[in-house]
């Protein structure tokens, strides 16, 4: 079974930048595809990125693309997602998915194509 720990998370001044870090275990890294979604109080989970399980196909929601950057450490089992820029809008938890898929090029977008999800970690963005 699949299990992943975020960290990484915690308190950011506007304009600043963060990096969220996610460590699996209980699997092979390369045979798992990887997310991260995040949810605001009021919101529904909303995408943000994803990688494959060979870290091609990198995805990013519009809302982020240009400020978020995924990528993946297969040495330490470590997904990461380095947030520039940051805005209050983007306070929320933050979480990280995991799908097995074997070794592929594809990367899914859907919260719905993941079956395992970190406990979260707050992102808060003072202005």
């Known amino acids: 079974q699949v299990q992943l720990v975020e960290s990484g998370g915690g308190l950011v001044q506007t304009g600043g930048s963060r990096r969220l870090s996610c460590a699996a275990s209980?699997?092979?890294?390369?045979?798992?595809?990887m997310g991260w979604f995040r949810q605001a109080p009021g919101r529904q989970r909303e995408f943000l990125a994803a990688?494959?399980?060979?870290?091609?196909?990198?995805s990013y929601a519009d809302s982020v693309k240009g400020r978020f950057t995924i990528s993946r450490e297969y040495a330490k089992n470590t997904v990461y997602l380095q947030m520039n820029n940051l805005d209050p809008e983007d306070t929320a938890v933050y979480y990280c998915?995991?799908?097995?898929?074997?070794?592929?090029?594809?990367?899914?977008?859907?919260?719905?194509?993941?079956?395992?999800w970190g406990q979260g970690t707050q992102v808060t963005v003072s202005s």
């Open positions: 990688i494959s399980s060979l870290g091609y196909s990198p």
């Open positions: 998915a995991a799908r097995i898929t074997g070794l592929t090029r594809s990367s899914f977008t859907d919260a719905g194509e993941y079956s395992i």
């Open positions: 209980g699997r092979p890294f390369s045979d798992i595809a």
